[in-house]
């Protein structure tokens, strides 16, 4: 995703919060409906969904698990949480806190799964090493990434277009990010084997989402992309959301590639 200007990952999530379910719709439900196809949770288990944010992938997890199981929610922003308590209120199994993954104590679970959460991490490999340790053993492990090239394209059209509001440089070519290391197939298996893994699989699921430029804006201020904003004056926000729809229009981008890879396999 793109850069996040000089905030953190927190507060760029905190101000996407209120349109971080309105994208759901169309971006983080699909993606986590794939996503918890996959890791397949089973009635009575217990689940951690680590980044939880409203709880695209929590909440058919804890229907999926019913009442004798568990599922903790775990994300750092508190707007996220508090979306995701509103919209979990009968969902008995659902506990949702408000915590830094990478410090969070729970344990013992049958499940860890975790929705394009891994790469916001400060340390990627030690976040997820601590996300490991808390499945029990011969328990399983199902992470979302996105595939090399997904999001991008519009990431790169939003930096253009704070820049050229900004009156900044024009950002180069984007800066290489841990994800960079594990976004193929082929990548992603040899790490998460790294980490110790067994019975290690990654799946490819292709989606593309259909930038309308109602769609196009909220991938902006309903995502990580907001920190881009942060900065900027109500004022150049509506003239960033101008530039950067036009230039969408200018490059042709109608359909954004938001192919993920999931990750499972089992703790030794
Ligand atoms: C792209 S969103 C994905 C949310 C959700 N899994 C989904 O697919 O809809 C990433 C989430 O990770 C959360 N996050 C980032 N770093 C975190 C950390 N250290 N601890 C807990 N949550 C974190 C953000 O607040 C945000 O809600």
């Known amino acids: 995703m793109a850069e996040q200007g000089r905030i953190g990952t927190r507060d760029a999530f905190d101000a996407a919060a209120a ?26 288990e217990r689940v951690w969904d680590a980044c939880c944010g409203t709880g695209a992938s929590a909440i058919p997890t804890a229907r999926r698990v019913g009442t004798d199981g568990l599922v903790d929610a775990v994300d750092v922003s508190g707007p996220m949480i508090r979306g995701l308590r509103d919209r979990a209120a009968d969902l008995p199994p659902l506990h949702a806190h408000e915590a830094d993954v990478t410090t969070w104590e729970g344990g013992d679970y ?23 340790r808390a499945v029990r053993p011969c328990g399983r492990v199902a992470l979302t990434v996105w595939r090399r090239g997904a999001m991008d394209p519009a990431g790169g059209q939003l930096a253009l277009a704070v820049a050229e509001v900004t009156e900044a440089e024009p950002p180069g070519e984007r800066p290489a990010r841990p994800i960079d290391r594990i976004n193929q197939p082929d990548t992603f298996a040899a790490w998460l084997r790294g980490l110790g893994l067994s019975e290690v699989d990654v799946l490819v699921r292709s989606r593309s989402l259909s930038m309308t430029p109602e769609v196009a ?46 990750g499972t396999g089992r703790v030794r």
Do not use: N
């Not at 794939?34 to 009635?43: I, R």
């Not at 916001?120 to 997820?128: H, K, R, S, V």
């Open 19 to 44: 349109d971080f379910a309105a994208l759901g719709r169309h971006l983080w439900e699909p993606l986590s409906a794939d996503a918890v196809a996959v890791a397949d949770p089973q009635p009575g």
């Open 110 to 132: 049958d499940l860890v799964q975790s929705v394009l959460g891994i790469f916001f991490l400060p340390d990627m490999e030690a976040g997820t090493r601590h996300l490991l």
């Open 217 to 262: 804006w909220l991938l902006v201020t309903g995502s990580g992309y907001r920190g881009a904003l942060a900065e900027l004056t109500q004022e150049q926000v509506a003239r960033v959301r101008d530039r950067y729809l036009a230039r969408l229009h200018e490059v042709g981008l109608t359909e954004l590639d938001v192919t993920t890879l999931i």
